[in-house]
Nanobody
């Protein structure tokens, strides 16, 4: 059974940092593209960051460039999103995603709240 289990969200003050983790099981992460998305209150889903299976292509939303960093540890079957210099507008539920051919798998979501 394929599962993506997220951890690492929480409440942080503006300017703070968090690291989100996404533990993957049931698939070989070597072949899958990975990504992080978020949904803020009252807004639609936004793609935050993505990385190809070969790690040759990495893209970030303009709103997070220079502050967020996506990474993967295939030997641990884990995907990460480092969030630095957090702003109140980064408050959202964050979802990890793995894609391969027609297959598209999602984590359960984790809340990130940026507030003083």
């Amino acid at each position: 059974q394929i599962q993506l289990v997220q951890s690492g969200g929480g409440l942080v003050q503006p300017g703070g940092s968090l690291r989100l983790s996404c533990a993957v099981s049931g698939l070989n992460l070597d072949y899958w593209a990975i990504g992080w998305f978020r949904r803020a209150p009252g807004k639609g889903s936004e793609g935050v960051a993505c990385m190809s299976s070969s790690e040759n292509t990495i893209r970030y939303a303009d709103s997070v460039k220079g502050r967020f960093s996506i990474s993967r540890a295939n030997f641990e079957n884990t995907v990460y999103l480092q969030l630095n210099s957090l702003k109140p507008e980064d408050t959202a539920i964050y979802y990890c995603n793995a894609r391969w051919l027609v297959y598209d798998v999602w984590g359960q979501g984790t809340q990130v709240t940026v507030s003083s």
